[in-house]
């Protein structure tokens, strides 16, 4: 049975398609994910995301307990600031990927992905057993909604006096927003700015009925997980379960630079993710444009000349670029003369750099 978010009569009353995802039930589409998608870009979107997990830790060690549980220096963070880094185990194998944040001197929230984060929570807890700090899974009293797209400023801006403006990029502040007590924060997840707001899972419908009126005039609409993933996709944000997962690195993905060996201690995996750390991965993550129609998936092999060569992660078609785009792992070496086959027929796609889309500043 999937587990509905406190915003579930909304999606409903709404006409959404609802869908399992990681053990949720979540909306899918509200009518046109292409609609959906174009808003996101163009004005604003509105996501629930309350199926991620949130976990605190606090103490007077908390920021040790961090530093050793996770491949990133998290006791450097400055208080309002976030950082998104990755816990993996003694293999160097990524768990899942994180946005961290600190929310005082001992107290930080650790944002987990949806399928993964009962996982996350019980690592943690065991990796800071001999530090003076105590983790706890909060995950079933928040509500996460996030406003993403160019006008996602100005439509928050009606409902809050925080400084919005000032606020960096991966940052959150305490505000309130129509008049209810909210974790403001800016990191996104579509290429898009923007903003994710955490709150009590009771103030989650009001807040949402909120920002719809006062996203009514700059063309905000609903987004589901349809645009969600079309958007990621465009930004090449990685997705657990497709770019990451429990048999790669984050070298393998490319992300390496979160891994942080310049720390002091010890941390889980260092040992493993150090041996590897100057190796060629044998395959490397990178963007494939389709020249036809035909939309590249995830699992789909890619080819050269025939021979298997890489595997598509994500593929959908893209909006922007009015073409199928997908991200794959490839070959270490291989970039040109390359196809996917898709039920048995050679289609043909062109390498590129991730991303495939960048926002104007």
Same mark, same amino acid.
């Given at each position: 049975?999937?587990?509905?978010?406190?915003?579930?009569?909304?999606?409903?009353?709404?006409?959404?398609?609802?869908?399992?995802?990681? %053990?949720?039930?979540?909306?899918?589409?509200?009518?046109?994910?292409?609609?959906?998608?174009?808003?996101?870009?163009?004005?604003?979107?509105?996501? #629930?995301?309350?199926?991620?997990?949130?976990?605190?830790?606090? %103490?007077?060690?908390?920021?040790?307990?961090?530093?050793?549980?996770?491949?990133?220096?998290?006791?450097v963070l400055a208080?309002?600031?976030?950082?998104?880094?990755?816990?993996?185990?003694?293999?160097?194998?990524?768990?899942?990927?994180?946005?961290?944040?600190?929310?005082?001197?001992?107290?930080?929230?650790?944002?987990?992905?949806?399928?993964?984060?009962?996982?996350?929570?019980?690592?943690?807890?065991?990796?800071?057993?001999?530090?003076?700090?105590?983790?706890?899974?909060?995950?079933?009293?928040?509500?996460?909604?996030?406003?993403?797209?160019?006008?996602?400023?100005?439509?928050?801006?009606?409902?809050?006096?925080?400084?919005?403006?000032?606020?960096?990029?991966?940052?959150?502040?305490?505000?309130?927003?129509?008049?209810?007590?909210?974790?403001?924060?800016?990191?996104?997840?579509?290429?898009?700015?923007?903003?994710?707001?955490?709150?009590?899972?009771?103030?989650?419908?009001?807040?949402?009925?909120?920002?719809?009126?006062?996203?009514?005039?700059?063309?905000?609409?609903?987004?589901?997980?349809?645009?969600?993933?079309?958007?990621?996709?465009?930004?090449?944000?990685?997705?657990?379960?497709?770019?990451?997962?429990?048999?790669?690195?984050?070298?393998?993905?490319?992300?390496?630079?979160?891994?942080?060996?310049?720390?002091?201690?010890?941390?889980?995996?260092?040992?493993?993710?150090?041996?590897?750390?100057?190796?060629?991965?044998?395959?490397?993550?990178?963007?494939?444009?389709?020249?036809?129609?035909?939309?590249?998936?995830?699992?789909?092999?890619?080819?050269?000349?025939?021979?298997?060569?890489?595997?598509?992660?994500?593929?959908?078609?893209?909006?922007?670029?009015?073409k199928p785009i997908a991200m794959a792992?490839?070959?270490?070496?291989?970039?040109?003369?390359?196809?996917?086959?898709?039920?048995?027929?050679?289609?043909?796609? #062109?390498?590129?750099?991730?991303?495939?889309?960048?926002?104007?500043?």
């Amino acid at each position: 049975m999937s587990r509905p978010t406190p915003l579930r009569d909304v999606h409903e009353s709404l006409g959404a398609t609802l869908t399992d995802f990681a %053990g949720w039930l979540m909306p899918l589409r509200y009518g046109s994910e292409s609609a959906e998608h174009k808003a996101v870009r163009e004005a604003a979107g509105l996501f #629930d995301l309350s199926h991620m997990g949130e976990i605190f830790v606090t %103490g007077p060690q908390a920021a040790e307990a961090l530093d050793y549980a996770l491949v990133g220096h998290l006791s450097v963070l400055a208080t309002g600031r976030a950082r998104y880094t990755m816990i993996v185990d003694e293999r160097g194998r990524v768990i899942d990927d994180l946005i961290v944040y600190r929310l005082g001197d001992e107290e930080f929230m650790v944002v987990a992905n949806a399928s993964n984060y009962p996982k996350v929570a019980q690592e943690l807890q065991e990796r800071a057993k001999t530090y003076d700090a105590a983790v706890e899974d909060r995950s079933d009293r928040y509500a996460l909604i996030a406003v993403q797209g160019p006008r996602a400023q100005e439509i928050l801006a009606t409902l809050t006096d925080a400084d919005l403006a000032g606020l960096k990029y991966y940052a959150g502040l305490p505000g309130l927003v129509d008049g209810r007590e909210a974790l403001i924060a800016r990191t996104g997840y579509t290429g898009e700015d923007g903003f994710e707001l955490f709150v009590a899972n009771q103030d989650a419908v009001p807040l949402w009925n909120a920002l719809i009126a006062a996203g009514e005039p700059y063309g905000l609409a609903p987004a589901g997980l349809s645009a969600r993933d079309t958007l990621r996709l465009e930004a090449g944000m990685p997705l657990y379960g497709n770019e990451l997962g429990a048999e790669l690195t984050p070298f393998d993905a490319g992300l390496g630079r979160v891994v942080k060996f310049d720390k002091p201690g010890d941390f889980v995996g260092r040992a493993a993710l150090e041996a590897v750390k100057d190796d060629q991965p044998g395959r490397r993550l990178v963007g494939l444009v389709a020249r036809g129609r035909r939309v590249p998936r995830h699992g789909y092999p890619v080819t050269q000349d025939g021979a298997v060569v890489g595997e598509v992660t994500s593929g959908a078609p893209s909006q922007t670029l009015g073409k199928p785009i997908a991200m794959a792992y490839v070959d270490t070496g291989v970039s040109e003369g390359l196809a996917v086959d898709i039920r048995g027929s050679q289609e043909p796609v #062109d390498l590129v750099e991730l991303p495939f889309y960048r926002r104007k500043k």
